[in-house]
């Protein structure tokens, strides 16, 4: 599935420098592509692209949207060089945090950006572009857009407490709609317009220099989506379109009493009965715009944690199977290259070994999960490891390296991980030597997350299972991208043979 022996990096673009207060596709996204290419490094790996929520702490796995992308991301540079905005409109900034996101001030700073860029558009007119681009997403598009017109209107409040009419999508009513917030419309038509083109050139960038982005997947939608609104049919909803059931994990590493996901479930059967026609276009969408797609929570294919909606933990769930291997089928057959990553972390099964197995789908095997008292048989280590495989020191949910060794690794895991590498390890160094483990791993794809490659502590943990605030904010500094971390990852690189494209 991994074409070559290679590595990479973890980064979500909201973490790159800019001074609009988050990463963007803009300049330092290009700098980074840069960095990428003069370390000889294979992938660029991201978080979902779509649209975060301020009242959901700004997380990228919890959307209004599967398919629309986070306008955010626009980079307020470009559109100066398209003549949609003026360096005077920019001169007004707030005074942002360098290190972090405060996503109260950039919503706000980037919205009236936004809205007199669509100003300026829609004097000028139209364009051929813009029109191709809304025909080629119609099947998404004009609903998401209505979807967040009528959000706005109704103040916020869930499309289930919308009137009956606008709730069960009426012709009527779905057409009223549109004539009434048509401005608002348009808008939102043509802020997903900018983030696919700026998106669109930068990917080009990455391609011409060897760089594939992976990006990531989420196996469950949010309840108030214009996806679960456009289709109820196929979420366990009762009556009045509220989750029966919704999704989370038995208790695990990450939290004693499980987490409470609260995405409503899918209704496989109903999802069968399409042959799957809603997923299908999910990931053909996902494919057109990434080279490679990790998929959140694997295991759900096979059965999934179903929790009733009325319960405040997860803890009184139940395992419920699901068609995976059938599922997959189905998407081999439309796609004769499916680049899937499975995220097969946690208590895996074996129904889902088998169909990864079956589908040639690498899994993930990180480091910080594997130096506890089962290291000589754990999946995690590395003399355990597979060529099909993708090794990361850890992943956004995890702690960096160095928090993990002061605060989370217990004094046996930190004496067998000494052992392991036949050196005393210390705070100091055990960035170093984890990422030394991932670089000479036989796995195909070794992933380090920027963070680790920094050496940064806890305040640069990108995310905490969990915890609904304070999350997904990391940044980047531009200082911090020196030529001596370049050479230091270039050498890394080389002498591990990543750089074998």
Not at 77 to 82: A, D, H, K, M, V
Not at 357 to 378: I, Q, T, Y
Not at 428 to 440: C, D, G, S, T
């Amino acid at each position: 599935m991994l074409d070559h022996r290679g590595s990479g990096i973890l980064l979500h673009f909201t973490s790159l420098p800019s001074r609009f207060g988050i990463g963007d596709f803009g300049p330092w996204a290009y700098r980074f592509a840069d960095f990428l290419a003069e370390t000889k490094q294979s992938y660029w790996q991201c978080l979902p692209l779509n649209p975060t929520e301020i009242e959901y702490g700004n997380s990228p796995y919890h959307s209004p949207s599967a398919f629309a992308c986070n306008p955010l991301l626009i980079s307020p540079e470009l559109l100066i060089q398209e003549g949609l905005l003026t360096e005077a409109d920019l001169e007004i900034l707030p005074f942002f945090p360098r290190d972090r996101v405060d996503f109260d001030l950039v919503v706000s700073y980037k919205d009236r950006l936004l809205s007199l860029a669509y100003d300026r558009f829609k004097r000028e007119g139209a364009n051929g572009e813009y029109r191709s681009f809304c025909s080629e997403q119609f099947s998404w598009l004009d609903d998401f857009a209505l979807f967040v017109a009528l959000k706005q209107d109704f103040k916020g409040r869930p499309w289930n407490e919308w009137p009956d009419s606008l709730r069960d999508r009426e012709p009527e009513a779905l057409f009223l709609g549109r004539e009434r917030l048509s401005e608002r419309i348009q808008k939102e038509k043509f802020l997903q317009y900018l983030f696919f083109k700026q998106w669109s050139s930068l990917r080009k960038y990455c391609t011409e220099r060897e760089i594939k982005i992976i990006g990531d997947i989420p196996i469950y939608v949010v309840h108030d989506s214009a996806d679960v609104w456009m289709h109820p049919n196929l979420f366990n909803l009762d009556h009045e379109k509220r989750p029966v059931t919704v999704a989370g994990v038995p208790p695990d590493y990450f939290s004693k009493t499980g987490q409470l996901w609260g995405n409503p479930v899918y209704r496989w059967e109903e999802l069968k009965s399409t042959d799957y026609e809603w997923w299908v276009k999910r990931i053909a969408h996902n494919l057109k715009m990434l080279d490679v797609v990790r998929v959140d929570h694997f295991r759900g294919f096979m059965a999934y944690w179903e929790v009733p909606a009325t319960e405040k933990i997860a803890v009184n769930g139940r395992w419920t199977e699901a068609p995976g291997m059938d599922f997959f089928s189905r998407l081999s057959a439309m796609f004769p290259v499916l680049p899937i990553i499975a995220e097969d972390l946690g208590t895996i099964t074996p129904d889902v070994w088998s169909t990864m197995e079956h589908f040639g789908f690498p899994g993930m095997k990180v480091l910080l999960f594997a130096f506890d008292e089962s290291l000589p048989r754990n999946a995690y280590a590395p003399h355990n490891h597979t060529k099909n495989a993708v090794v990361y020191t850890g992943t956004h949910d995890n702690n960096t390296a160095r928090a993990w060794f002061e605060k989370e690794a217990g004094e046996q895991d930190r004496s067998r991980l000494s052992r392991y590498v036949g050196k005393d390890i210390t705070v100091e160094n055990v960035h170093r030597e984890l990422i030394r483990l991932a670089m000479m791993s036989v796995a195909d794809a070794a992933i380090l997350s920027m963070q680790d490659l920094l050496d940064l502590g806890e305040w640069a943990r990108m995310n905490r299972p969990g915890q609904e605030k304070g999350n997904w904010q990391w940044r980047l500094l531009p200082e911090q991208l020196t030529a001596p971390l370049a050479q230091k990852l270039l050498g890394m690189t080389e002498i591990y043979g990543r750089n074998s494209k």
